[in-house]
């Protein structure tokens, strides 16, 4: 009688035990996928409201970047003379791959891309007014479009300048070189329309490009020296 009794007990403790059991993993399988959302939206919300350290510290050094500017004495630049070559213009946007020499007669533009005398060297904060033959070396410029990059290399530095604007003027536009901008910014300038050498051409066809990178040369102490 004894041994029934606790057979019994044991069915009236084991069976609701297991009953329970079962209903919790229905239950739990039931609403696994709502709860999963229920403690991803808790998790976004905590990470919103915490302070993204790592995101803010790269924002930081991103801007102490741009505003921080390499400045240069300008001897590091030297004397450049009428006929030096003293860099290399190039660009991966178009076809443009050539030495520039200081001066922009017949002769230096036979040898490359020249630059008008009265316009300054990169890093001067000048205009810098370059020129070249349509048919060589500024032959590339007919596909240059706006936002490509110009990339000039010196012994005392490397330059890049982004196009803001193209045009076509006549040769006799001044106004057109902007020798008397404050920023710097780099001038490209050949005849036009391109290609055309059995008539004299009274067009020219203007690149203008905005500073993006580069060392500043001191040009106070270069102006008293």
């Known amino acids: 009688m004894k041994k029934h009794r606790r057979k019994v007990y044991a069915a009236h403790i084991l069976v609701p035990a297991g009953l329970a059991a079962i209903t919790i993993l229905l239950m739990g399988t039931l609403f696994y996928e709502q709860m999963q959302e229920v403690f991803a939206s808790v998790n976004v919300a905590v990470q ?42 190039s660009s991966e946007d178009f076809a443009l791959d050539a030495y520039i020499y200081y001066g922009d007669d017949d002769k230096t533009l036979d040898q490359g891309v020249g630059q008008y005398t ?39 530095g490397n330059y890049s300048y982004r196009i803001t604007e193209t045009k076509v003027t006549t040769a006799d536009d001044a106004a057109a070189a902007r020798l008397e901008e404050e920023d ?6 050949t005849c036009y329309p391109f290609g055309e050498t059995d008539k004299e051409r009274k067009q020219r066809y203007f690149v203008y490009c905005e500073k993006v990178s580069g060392p500043q040369v001191q040009t106070s102490q270069a102006e008293e020296s």
Do not use: M
């Open 48 to 89: 919103s409201n915490s302070p993204n350290h790592f995101y803010t510290e790269t924002v930081i050094l991103a801007q102490k970047e741009q505003t921080q500017v390499e400045t240069i004495q300008p001897q590091a630049v030297g004397k450049v003379a009428i006929g030096q070559s003293y860099g290399w213009i």
């Open 118 to 156: 009265d316009s300054g060297l990169p890093g001067y904060g000048k205009t810098i007014l370059l020129c070249g033959h349509d048919t060589t070396f500024f032959k590339g410029l007919e596909d240059a479009a706006i936002g490509d990059l110009v990339n000039i290399r010196t012994q005392y």
């Open 184 to 189: 710097e910014q780099l001038v490209l300038y």
